[in-house]
């Protein structure tokens, strides 16, 4: 039986602050959820581009309903007056009228994107909870203000609730990616993670090591720098995720023997996102018979972790502490 879904009233009340001709503009007010009184949420953004009526279709269910476009970095903020768990937005691909879901997490207090993993605590009595909309390749989906337990005492419904659409403007100072192509040869090296040794191949390009970003993945697997993996087709953007992110393998990883010599590498063109934060301009990465491949040092310096290197013994140290 198809759920039944209710759009939440959206507000748009225009309210000028001069301070560096930022307007904040109120997007969203609620006062309940569920038959719950909740106490003055709001949710206004720093800048509004336009704003819209739209019928919006979002994994299978059709909203007729505003949508709201923001300049890429706009802000978030989530005035908050009463309320114990954080506020929840969903990240979502979406090409024309057709949304869909991608990752779904919670805002915290510090202005970081959580998902699933752990308990993300409670937040104090009239916290003010902000979010930078960084990235221009999704849209964003925001959830009802509730005040049940994320991911735990939520009503079913509730996850399914919408408060309002968000698309984020293209940032019109990005330039393609230049493609190039380059020689690649198969170069071993040792991993020591933790300790452990764990021999991998890599592709020696211009003098520089490039590791597969699933032999990286890989090597990592439950360490606290865990991470997962994923593609999203409409996008074209890599995503790699920490924060309690379970790496899904393959079978294809750290494989010896398996890569071939002299192979041709060609930059890759796909954005790639950590956290759902862009990093394709801090990043450079090759393309090789359909794998991405990255510097360690480069991903390190993305994820947290530091390197180091001993060229006796063809060894990178990953340093977890």
């Keep these: 039986m198809k759920k039944s879904f209710r759009l939440l009233t959206t507000v748009a009340l225009l309210t000028c602050a001069m301070?560096?001709?930022?307007?904040?503009?109120?997007?969203?007010?609620?006062?309940?959820?569920?038959?719950?009184?909740?106490?003055?949420?709001?949710?206004?953004?720093?800048?509004?581009?336009?704003?819209?009526?739209?019928?919006?279709?979002?994994?299978?269910?059709?909203?007729?309903?505003?949508?709201?476009?923001?300049?890429?970095?706009?802000?978030?903020?989530?005035?908050?007056?009463?309320?114990?768990?954080?506020?929840?937005?969903?990240?979502?691909?979406?090409?024309?009228?057709?949304?869909?879901?991608?990752?779904?997490?919670?805002?915290?207090?510090?202005?970081?994107?959580?998902?699933?993993g752990r308990d993300p605590g409670e937040l104090e009595p009239n916290t003010q909870v902000f979010y930078d909309l960084k990235d221009a390749s999704y849209g964003y989906v925001l959830g009802p203000i509730s005040p049940y337990?994320?991911?735990?005492?939520?009503?079913?419904?509730?996850?399914?609730?919408?408060?309002c659409f968000i698309k984020i403007a293209g940032n019109k100072n990005m330039t393609p990616v230049k493609v190039e192509e380059k020689k690649a040869s198969v170069t071993s090296v040792n991993l020591n993670v933790a300790g452990k040794n764990i021999p991998t191949e890599a592709y020696n390009i211009d003098g520089s090591s490039y590791f597969m970003l699933r032999d990286v993945a890989m090597a990592l697997k439950g360490t606290q720098y865990e991470f997962s993996v994923q593609y999203d087709k409409d996008a074209d953007k890599i995503i790699t995720t920490t924060g309690g992110s379970k790496y899904q393998a393959t079978g294809s990883e750290l494989k010896i023997g398996n890569k071939q010599n002299n192979a041709t590498a060609k930059t890759t063109t796909s954005n790639y996102s950590h956290d759902f934060v862009k990093q394709s301009a801090n990043v450079t990465g090759y393309n090789i018979a359909g794998n991405n491949y990255y510097k360690l040092r480069d991903l390190g310096e993305i994820m947290g972790f530091d390197i180091e290197w001993n060229s006796g013994t063809k060894t990178i140290s990953i340093n977890l502490n």
């Design 19 to 116: 301070c560096f001709n930022v307007y904040a503009q109120t997007i969203v007010t609620q006062d309940s959820y569920m038959g719950e009184k909740l106490t003055d949420f709001k949710i206004e953004v720093t800048e509004l581009a336009s704003k819209s009526t739209e019928v919006i279709n979002y994994d299978g269910e059709t909203y007729s309903t505003v949508v709201y476009t923001v300049p890429q970095g706009a802000r978030l903020t989530f005035q908050i007056d009463k309320l114990d768990y954080p506020p929840m937005l969903t990240m979502a691909s979406y090409k024309g009228e057709d949304w869909k879901m991608v990752e779904r997490g919670v805002i915290l207090s510090d202005g970081t994107y959580y998902t699933a």
């Design 149 to 163: 337990k994320y991911n735990s005492d939520m009503p079913e419904s509730g996850g399914e609730t919408v408060l």
